[in-house]
């Protein structure tokens, strides 16, 4: 009159299902991207923020646009294009110079900041990449090289 447990499925058919799916070999590497962009926000916050001053300064520009327009009737069309141009150039420039200064202190946080390095996955993922990968010792020793110099 003892009745059977179930605790461990019968038959192997069931604990195939039961098994967890086995993970890709990016699946840790993405896992580990979406927590450093959880983790240091202004890497993608910062660049957005300088979208939007950029975006406020064309839409400021719009109500000078008639003005300009008149301007520049009178230049001839090498200068009127390097006028109309100018403003693009200069938004590539600030997103540009805004996602090196965010590299730069991620990095720097990265480097020096008061977590270790088991915190940052990335990181560790580069160690562990480069240990088990000697196939461009060169290019390390370089690397090397030039970080000695740094510090």
Known sequence: ???PSNAMPESSLDVQ??????MSATQPFLWSVRRELWENRSIYIAPLAAAGVAMLGFFIGLFWLPHSVHGMAGMDPGEQFLMEVMPYGH???????TAFVVGVFYSLDALYGGAARSQHP?????????RHNRAFEGQYSALWFCRCLWL
């Open 91 to 97: 938004t590539g420039w600030l997103l540009l110079m």
């Open 122 to 130: 990335v990181l560790e993922i580069v160690a562990s990449f480069r």
């Open 17 to 22: 299902a039961i098994a967890p799916a086995a």
């Open 1 to 3: 009159m003892t009745t």
